[in-house]
């Protein structure tokens, strides 16, 4: 309000100067005053007119007067304004003034007022926005608090949707693989199941009517075994297993219907040995019979005979005393022409026969010469072996021995070569280093070389029965340092078989007989069998797991080359086993041991042998099937047979046999 007051007063004063300013210009005196009148009045002629305009001309027919000096001038009591009208105006301005002033106070007491009612509302509106403010910010809090909810809420559940998706990943991946582990369990299983399904089957389809009836109750079992293993196969294939422990339990199963399988075929063969033992039976009463029959008409025949004969003799007593004589000489002449006959054809020993059925005469000569070789080694080194005082020595040469020999291993080519050049430098007289620092060499005594080289080759086989039973792998490391030996000193390899053919009979092949008056037990121990720490035999599982490492060493040093260094030329070459295949199916067959031996040559020679003889090879795989089978069923009911036959029937079947597993390739070290 007082701005709006100023504001008035200013434009009066601007119009007043204005004014005052523009009458300036015409006054040349004073013009105010009683005495004066006024200097222009309208509507008055002897006045002055106004001036012109600034800018404007002046009429040119009128001459201006020129004004007198102020003293001169009178002024005109009409040129000053009625008294009446000045104090209407005073008073005027005054109710102005006052109006102005009332307003002023009006508008202050206005304005105390609303600064009192400001003040007094600050507090509430203070209040009112500080409640406004805590509203707003309670609302913001629960807003955002609402928000961070929804968010860790969000978060949360992405999270958790995460985690089970990873989870569900993880459970994917382990499924995949615990069903990868459970095929190449339930194939391995398989593997085995169908073997051994095929050789139980064609077990049962070899069997006459008679027999099969016999074993009607097995056939149902395996009938459903192959139907059970069939149904788990398909299930594990199809991976329908709801729970990861069903794949494990699904390898279980698997392995169970193979033990199942295996005491159903143990089960068949009991069944059907009883069956032959019954059958045996009945023909040896049978036969007991027809030989009592034949005894009786032979009895019958001889008394009618001794009948006749006393006839005759009776008839003969009345002849002449010359004729008796005659009977007489020509008796004597008989009996001497009869004995010399009788001489000779006991010329020619029966035990040549039964060696003949045992034992090719060629391979009898050549195993009584490896035979003979070492047992002139033995009996040259006794002194040496015998003497107390050179024990430490032969401490120290077998230790200079064992060491780097059991250490052998196809780990890497050097450190197969490391082994070796041990072995062979003490060979070559090198010293070498024993216990308390002490050294010796081999030519510490001239009869070293024999002792140390039989001690060798002793070892060699002694790893049939360690290493190469557990592991058929270590068999090729072992034979690759056998056979580099062999060429470089040739005896060894010589000594080397003769220890072979001791444990191993078989290797020859060497089927020894049975002599008469000699117990089972001693018969056994020529075959191989050994005494076990409580003076028994040791069983029968034992010696086939023995007589398995020494056919493997056996195999592979046959296939095995030596070390490239040490010569090309092959010392014991593939056509030993050959040899050996070929003269194994001509001999005697004996129980499990014979099946054993041949299934473990195929096994390792059988690739090298199919892939170098090819065509002829595949024959003797025939005739082993449909001739030697028949005739070692004759003796062998047992796993083995079976097994071997199986082996054959897959080979025969699939055309191939692969290679064996750890064979070293050419140039290896």
């Known amino acids: 309000m007082d701005d709006m007051m100023r504001a008035m007063d200013y434009l009066k004063v601007t119009s007043t100067m204005h004014n005052a300013a523009l009458a300036s210009t015409a006054c040349t005196g004073r013009t105010l005053g009683e005495d004066r009148e006024p200097i222009w009045v309208e509507g008055s002629t002897s006045t002055a007119k106004p001036p012109s305009p600034e800018g404007s001309p002046a009429p040119e027919h009128k001459k201006e007067i020129p004004l007198s000096p102020a003293a001169d001038f009178e002024p005109n009591i009409s040129c000053f304004p009625d008294v009446q009208s000045i104090n209407a105006s005073i008073v005027k301005r005054e109710l102005a003034e006052e109006g102005k002033r009332c307003v002023r106070q009006q508008l202050k007491a206005l304005k105390d007022k609303q600064d009192a009612l400001r003040l007094l509302r600050e507090p509430q509106q203070k209040e009112e926005e500080r409640q406004r403010d805590q509203m707003q910010q309670k609302v913001l809090r629960q807003r955002n608090e609402s928000q961070l909810i929804q968010k860790a809420d969000q978060m949360a559940a992405a999270q958790l949707e995460a985690q089970q998706r990873e989870q569900l990943i993880l459970r994917q991946q382990t499924d995949q693989k615990l069903h990868k582990l459970a095929l190449e369990g339930v194939s391995r299983c398989q593997r085995r199941f169908n073997q051994k399904y095929e050789g139980i089957a064609r077990i049962l389809l070899s069997l006459d009517k008679e027999t099969v009836k016999v074993c009607s109750a097995q056939n149902a079992q395996l009938k459903e075994l192959g139907q059970k293993f069939e149904q788990l196969v398909s299930t594990v ?208 005594h001239p009869l070293a070389r024999d002792y140390c080289m039989l001690l060798m080759a002793k070892k060699f086989v002694s790893q049939t029965e360690t290493a190469i039973c557990s592991n058929p792998q270590a068999a090729f490391p072992f034979a690759s340092v056998i056979i580099t030996f062999w060429k470089l000193l040739p005896d060894f390899g010589k000594v080397f078989l003769a220890y072979m053919y001791k444990e191993s009979p078989f290797l020859v092949p060497y089927v020894i007989p049975q002599q008469p008056g000699q117990t089972p037990e001693q018969y056994l121990k020529t075959i191989g069998y050994r005494l076990t720490d409580k003076n028994e035999l040791e069983k029968p599982d034992i010696y086939l797991k023995r007589q398995t490492g020494i056919a493997r060493l056996y195999a592979a040093v046959i296939i095995t080359h030596g070390r490239k260094a040490a010569g090309p030329d092959q010392c014991f070459e593939l056509d030993e086993g050959w040899l050996w295949l070929t003269h194994m199916v001509n001999v005697k067959p004996l129980p499990d041991i014979s099946a054993t031996m041949i299934m473990e040559i195929l096994q390792t020679l059988g690739f090298e042998l199919w892939r170098t003889y090819g065509k002829q090879f595949v024959k003797l795989l025939v005739y082993i099937q449909n001739i030697y089978m028949p005739q070692l069923a004759a003796y062998d009911e047992g796993g083995p047979k079976t097994r071997l036959e199986m082996l054959l029937a897959k080979f025969l079947r699939e055309r191939q046999i692969p290679q064996a597993v750890g064979v070293l390739p050419l140039g290896f070290w």
Do not use: W
């Not at 297993?241 to 159903?264: P, R």
């Not at 001794?306 to 003969?316: A, D, G, P």
């Not at 039964?354 to 002139?376: E, G, M, W």
């Open 237 to 444: 294939k199809m991976g329908k297993c709801e729970m990861q422990s069903q794949f494990l339990c699904s390898i279980i199963k698997a392995e169970e219907c193979c033990k199942s399988l295996d005491i159903l075929e143990l089960d068949i063969i009991r069944q059907l040995a009883e069956f032959s033992e019954q059958i045996q039976q009945q023909l040896k009463m049978e036969a007991a019979k027809k030989l009592e029959e034949e005894r009786q008409k032979q009895q019958e025949e001889e008394r009618q005979k001794q009948m006749e004969q006393e006839k005759l003799r009776q008839e003969e007593e009345s002849e002449a005393k010359k004729k008796q004589q005659e009977a007489e000489t020509a008796k004597a002449e008989t009996a001497n022409v009869s004995a010399p006959l009788e001489t000779k054809s006991q010329d020619v020993p029966p035990a040549a026969t039964v060696t003949s059925t045992c034992v090719h005469p060629d391979r009898l000569k050549f195993y009584n010469d490896i035979l003979a070789l070492y047992q002139s080694k033995v009996d040259a080194v006794k002194p040496l072996q015998t003497e107390e005082s050179l024990k430490q020595y032969r401490t120290g040469c077998q230790r200079a021995i064992n060491l780097p020999l059991n250490a052998i291993s196809a780990v890497s080519p050097q450190h197969l070569a490391q082994n070796f050049d041990k072995l062979y430098s003490f060979f070559a007289g090198q010293p070498t280093k024993v216990m308390n620092g002490a050294t010796i060499t081999i030519n510490d």
